[in-house]
């Protein structure tokens, strides 16, 4: 007898005479000669409703039943004389797999997010965590469906490096050495003696790589962790997080936005048609006005709009903003906002960025103040994509390398690549978690991480 998913059984049209579920309780209740169980496997959100007769041999012991216990349940699946389900268990043979005790921390009542941070070895139990990372997996497998669908190669990049994509500085090392015992060389710590003979770090992002990779194979993609030692606590930050990043050979920053706005809409209309289930439950919980952004964001023309006008906009909003509005300023999350949810009401692209607020490898552009780069906004989140044009340009790039006070010696490979068959080139980063948010209408994305890690949290 083969185990059933819950998922398949509610979605049966016939009953079946002999079956196997294996899962955890979630209520039971106790009728004259019956005991009605509520179990679930994790494979939806629904549960199914098992009905153990007195005549079973231990039936003693599943009286004793408590929310959490692992049961595994024999019988057929019958319709439902009962409301509320169309289909129910008539159980043959109960085995107890495990009886959780009467301090099982998940009882029938609605627990605080905060209160599930500090439990996340069982949260995933919840109805709504468990909806969240269904739907995560999900995602993750619309992600490569859409790459592999349109010829990207999908490729493997360093999370260990010597380089630093974003210039900002914010990386953890990574090292082999003795902390109590380091070795010194001209009073500064000696990484030739350390396990890559120089400094290493984690990754904040795969596209330099990735950037190899287009200008071998063409349209490639990196799907993976990154990290950030940010010391930021809000809700939008994390120090692992995941990152899409497709990079485009013989692709300029039209494209690029073609590719960002696609995508997107590509991933929220497959989250509808996939995922109703669980989408229903944070439309109903979390978010009342959730249906309507998600269709807003799969079926709207996304407006695009340079970033000088974007500035200008704000700037005769009338709006009292935290941060300042100026041209060469960098837009904060709630000026992405007020575009997306007052002002345009739709997602935005802003694109050709100041190049002082930009890293070193985005394109010049003609005007030598701006760079081609761009941003997907979406309401409620803000950014969810931010990409470029690379600069091809050998001698243009090695010049930014120096206004900015690089050291070009750890990137000679990246200037090889200039060298060698340079073409125009583009991609983006998405950031998975924040994605994740706008489809769920979570607003924080510790709680769309199974274990997450910020500042002071290294749990579980």
Same mark, same amino acid.
């Given at each position: 007898?083969?185990?059933?998913?819950?998922?398949?059984?509610?979605?049966?049209?016939?009953?079946?005479?002999?079956?196997?579920?294996?899962?955890?309780?979630?209520?039971?209740?106790?009728?004259?000669?019956?005991?009605?169980?509520?179990?679930?496997?994790?494979?939806?959100?629904?549960?199914?409703?098992?009905?153990?007769?007195?005549?079973?041999?231990?039936?003693?012991?599943?009286?004793?039943?408590?929310?959490?216990?692992?049961?595994?349940?024999?019988?057929?699946?019958?319709?439902?004389?009962?409301?509320?389900?169309?289909?129910?268990?008539?159980?043959?043979?109960?085995?107890?797999? $495990?009886?959780?005790?009467?301090?099982?921390?998940?009882?029938?009542?609605?627990?605080?997010?905060? +209160?599930?941070?500090?439990? *996340?070895?069982?949260?995933?139990?919840?109805?709504?965590?468990?909806?969240?990372?269904?739907?995560?997996?999900?995602?993750?497998?619309?992600?490569?469906?859409?790459?592999?669908?349109?010829?990207?190669?999908?490729?493997?990049?360093?999370?260990?490096?010597?380089?630093?994509?974003?210039?900002?500085?914010?990386?953890?090392?990574?090292?082999?050495?003795?902390?109590? =015992?380091?070795?010194?060389?001209?009073?500064?710590?000696?990484?030739?003696?350390?396990?890559?003979?120089?400094?290493?770090?984690?990754?904040?992002?795969?596209?330099?790589?990735?950037?190899?990779?287009?200008?071998?194979?063409?349209?490639?993609?990196?799907?993976?962790?990154?990290?950030?030692?940010?010391?930021?606590?809000?809700?939008?930050?994390?120090?692992?997080?995941?990152?899409?990043?497709?990079?485009?050979?013989?692709?300029?920053? $039209?494209?690029?936005?073609?590719?960002?706005?696609?995508?997107?809409?590509?991933?929220?209309?497959?989250?509808?048609?996939?995922?109703?289930?669980?989408?229903?439950?944070?439309?109903?919980?979390?978010?009342?006005?959730?249906?309507?952004?998600?269709?807003?964001?799969?079926?709207?023309?996304?407006?695009?709009?340079?970033?000088?006008?974007?500035?200008?906009?704000?700037?005769?909003?009338?709006?009292? +903003?935290?941060?300042?509005?100026?041209?060469?300023?960098?837009?904060?999350?709630? =000026?992405?906002?007020?575009?997306?949810?007052?002002?345009?009401?739709?997602?935005?692209?802003?694109?050709?960025?100041?190049?002082?607020?930009?890293?070193?490898?985005?394109?010049?552009?003609?005007?030598?103040?701006?760079? *081609?780069?761009?941003?997907?906004?979406?309401?409620?989140?803000?950014?969810?994509?931010?990409?470029?044009?690379?600069?091809?340009?050998?001698?243009?790039?090695?010049?930014?390398? $120096?206004?900015?006070?690089? $050291?070009?010696?750890?990137?000679?490979?990246?200037?090889?690549?200039?060298?060698?068959?340079?073409?125009?080139?583009?991609?983006?980063?998405?950031?998975?978690?924040?994605?994740?948010?706008?489809?769920?209408?979570?607003?924080?994305?510790?709680?769309?991480?199974?274990?997450?890690?910020?500042?002071?949290?290294?749990?579980?």
């Amino acid at each position: 007898m083969k185990r059933k998913k819950i998922f398949k059984l509610l979605q049966t049209e016939a009953p079946i005479d002999k079956l196997l579920i294996q899962g955890w309780v979630r209520t039971r209740r106790d009728s004259k000669g019956f005991s009605f169980i509520e179990v679930n496997d994790g494979s939806c959100l629904k549960n199914l409703q098992v009905v153990a007769n007195e005549s079973l041999d231990n039936y003693s012991e599943i009286k004793k039943l408590t929310t959490g216990s692992a049961v595994a349940i024999h019988g057929k699946l019958v319709e439902s004389k009962g409301g509320g389900q169309e289909w129910e268990i008539q159980a043959e043979n109960i085995e107890i797999v $495990d009886l959780a005790p009467e301090s099982y921390p998940l009882q029938k009542k609605r627990h605080s997010d905060e +209160f599930l941070r500090t439990i *996340a070895h069982l949260r995933p139990r919840t109805n709504k965590y468990g909806a969240t990372f269904r739907i995560r997996s999900e995602i993750s497998y619309a992600i490569h469906k859409f790459f592999r669908d349109r010829g990207f190669r999908y490729i493997h990049t360093p999370i260990i490096t010597g380089s630093d994509c974003e210039g900002a500085g914010e990386l953890f090392k990574v090292t082999a050495l003795d902390l109590d =015992h380091l070795p010194k060389k001209d009073d500064r710590t000696d990484f030739q003696q350390d396990f890559f003979g120089k400094e290493a770090n984690l990754t904040v992002s795969g596209q330099l790589s990735a950037e190899m990779f287009a200008l071998a194979l063409g349209d490639v993609y990196t799907f993976g962790p990154t990290f950030r030692a940010e010391n930021s606590n809000t809700r939008r930050h994390a120090a692992e997080f995941w990152m899409v990043e497709p990079e485009m050979a013989f692709c300029d920053n $039209d494209g690029n936005m073609d590719l960002g706005e696609e995508l997107v809409k590509y991933l929220t209309t497959y989250a509808l048609e996939e995922c109703g289930d669980d989408i229903e439950l944070f439309a109903k919980w979390v978010d009342k006005n959730l249906m309507a952004t998600l269709e807003n964001t799969a079926t709207s023309e996304y407006i695009r709009l340079p970033y000088r006008e974007a500035v200008k906009i704000l700037m005769k909003s009338g709006q009292m +903003f935290e941060y300042e509005v100026d041209f060469g300023k960098d837009l904060q999350t709630e =000026h992405e906002r007020y575009l997306t949810e007052l002002y345009f009401k739709k997602p935005v692209i802003v694109y050709d960025y100041p190049n002082v607020i930009k890293p070193f490898y985005m394109r010049i552009n003609d005007d030598q103040e701006t760079v *081609a780069a761009m941003d997907v906004l979406v309401p409620n989140i803000g950014e969810i994509i931010g990409g470029s044009q690379r600069e091809e340009r050998l001698e243009i790039l090695e010049a930014r390398m $120096d206004e900015m006070g690089m $050291d070009k010696a750890p990137y000679w490979w990246y200037l090889d690549a200039r060298r060698y068959g340079s073409v125009p080139h583009s991609g983006f980063g998405l950031g998975f978690e924040r994605l994740l948010m706008l489809i769920t209408g979570i607003n924080n994305i510790r709680d769309v991480i199974p274990f997450p890690r910020t500042p002071s949290s290294i749990e579980f």
